[in-house]
């Protein structure tokens, strides 16, 4: 999935609860599905190399055409596809074509410069519901050659009082096996209910991000529900969870990137200028077809130099 009508501009809206920072997702659309978007805020432009987390669905697609992103150019980022129901179909101009089910990856490799396109296949569960994540690549690896892998086994961490899937960098002894460019953590915990907290052990070097994507927990004292993101600063060495059995929840984390983002659109830049230059190209048809799409490429929306030039606080 892509920023199709992305403005990054968002407004934050802390909460606060016990010290811990709490926001409250921006509804977004992505074609004909209905997004919560957690980040980027505006105070907030990553968590780790964690830059973009859309959660969207539940959503009945039974019937209906569902997912539907024409094909559309990234630069500078991974795409990380984790579903929690139903399936996409991935193609990307390497000649990709990789259907994905809930707990496998897809993992996009951007880099230098890719184009995808994810859609619901003709024959698709009654059901959608994922989250569409995006990692910056850091200066020394974000010009990579892209790539494009699918794991369809991931490890289980052995957290008590969870079923816990690892899909990026490592949790509790447990490495994913997916290409990571920076120190990070990615996983989905399910909770298997139990009478107390649970406690899921953070790294003090990374700042963490909790959601929940399916039920309720409650999170050192914070009641959190789909649409509320938990942000935890680095020096924290563990979270205590408690959750009803079979609530899930989204650990994302890593260590602080330390670099100034520049996102517009598809791009994951650090000046205007290689925005620009990287609109230029996708104008140009300069990423590459994407096959087997029924349908037009995604228009770049009219580039705003002046806006990207003007200084961030
Ligand atoms: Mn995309």
């Known amino acids: 999935m892509s920023t199709v009508d992305a403005d990054v501009e968002i407004a934050d809206?802390?909460?606060p609860v016990l010290d811990l920072e709490i926001t409250e997702a921006r509804q977004a659309r992505v074609g004909d599905i209905t997004v919560r978007r957690m980040l980027p805020l505006r105070l907030r432009r990553s968590?780790?190399?964690?830059?973009f987390v859309d959660h969207y669905g539940p959503q009945d697609v039974d019937g209906m055409t569902g997912m539907m992103v024409p094909p559309h150019p990234h630069i500078g980022l991974q795409t990380v596809t984790w579903l929690l129901g139903g399936n996409v179909l991935h193609r990307d101009s390497l000649g990709t074509e990789q259907m994905i089910s809930p707990g496998q990856l897809n993992l996009m490799t951007a880099g230098a410069g890719i184009a995808h396109a994810e859609e619901s296949p003709a024959e698709h569960d009654p059901v959608l519901h994922g989250v569409q994540l995006w990692v910056a690549l850091p200066e020394a690896s974000r010009r990579v050659?892209?790539?494009?892998?699918?794991?369809?086994?991931?490890?289980?961490?052995?957290l008590p009082g969870f079923r816990t899937t690892v899909f990026m960098g490592e949790l509790a002894g447990s490495q994913s096996p997916a290409t990571a460019f920076s120190p990070i953590v990615g996983a989905e915990l399910t909770a298997a209910g139990g009478a107390g907290p649970s406690s899921?052990?953070?790294?003090?070097?990374?700042?963490h991000v909790l959601f929940v994507v399916t039920?309720?927990?409650d999170v050192d004292g914070a009641v959190?529900?789909?649409?509320r993101l938990l942000y935890l600063p680095t020096g924290r060495e563990r979270?205590?969870?408690?959750?009803?059995?079979?609530?899930?929840?989204?650990?994302?984390?890593?260590?602080?990137?330390?670099?100034?983002?520049l996102m517009w659109w598809n791009f994951v830049a650090r000046?205007?200028?290689?925005?620009?230059?990287?609109?230029a190209a996708w104008r140009a048809g300069e990423f590459g077809e994407v096959g087997g799409y029924q349908g037009e490429p995604m228009a770049a929306p009219a580039l705003d130099l002046a806006r990207l030039r003007r200084p961030r606080g």
């Open 13 to 15: 809206n802390p909460v």
């Open 47 to 51: 968590v780790g190399p964690w830059c």
């Open 145 to 158: 050659a892209p790539a494009f892998e699918h794991h369809a086994e991931l490890p289980d961490a052995p």
């Open 200 to 207: 899921v052990p953070l790294r003090p070097d990374y700042e």
């Open 215 to 217: 039920g309720q927990a």
């Open 224 to 227: 959190l529900a789909p649409g």
């Open 239 to 261: 979270a205590s969870v408690t959750a009803p059995a079979g609530s899930s929840l989204m650990l994302l984390g890593g260590e602080p990137l330390g670099e100034q983002l």
């Open 271 to 279: 000046t205007p200028e290689e925005i620009e230059a990287a609109t």
